[in-house]
């Protein structure tokens, strides 16, 4: 079973940014596509961002041009940049691994962006 331990939320004021972490247990090339998705009170859990074993990114329209999503092999780390945060973004992050045996998901970390 793959381990997933996403770090790097808090409380930011709008306009700030965050780096969030997500820590493989394994080597994350294993992995078909790893992922950030949110999910906020009230709300479906929706994709933010994903990235393929092959590099290629896709977001959601609502964090285009704001939010970036990268990965360090060597360190089996994804990240997800997220600048000119809104209150809207506020919400628990979670990370996803996707690979044919399954899907893989940490606890998630908690973003709260005042107004």
């Known amino acids: 079973q793959v381990q997933l331990v996403e770090s790097g939320g808090g409380l930011v004021q709008a306009g700030g940014s965050l780096r969030l972490s997500c820590a493989a247990s394994?080597?994350?090339?294993?992995?078909?596509?790893m992922a950030w998705y949110r999910q906020a009170p009230g709300n479906q859990r929706e994709l933010v961002a994903r990235?393929?074993?092959?590099?290629?990114?896709n977001y959601a329209d609502s964090v285009k041009d704001r939010f970036t999503v990268s990965r360090d092999i060597s360190k089996r780390t994804m990240y997800l940049q997220m600048n000119s945060l809104k209150p809207e973004d506020t919400a628990v992050y979670y990370c996803?691994?996707?690979?044919?045996?399954?899907?893989?998901w940490g606890q998630g970390t908690q973003v709260t962006v005042s107004s």
């Open positions: 996803n691994a996707e690979r044919w045996t399954g899907s893989s």
């Open positions: 394994g080597n994350i090339l294993s992995f078909d596509s």
């Open positions: 990235i393929t074993s092959g590099g290629r990114t």
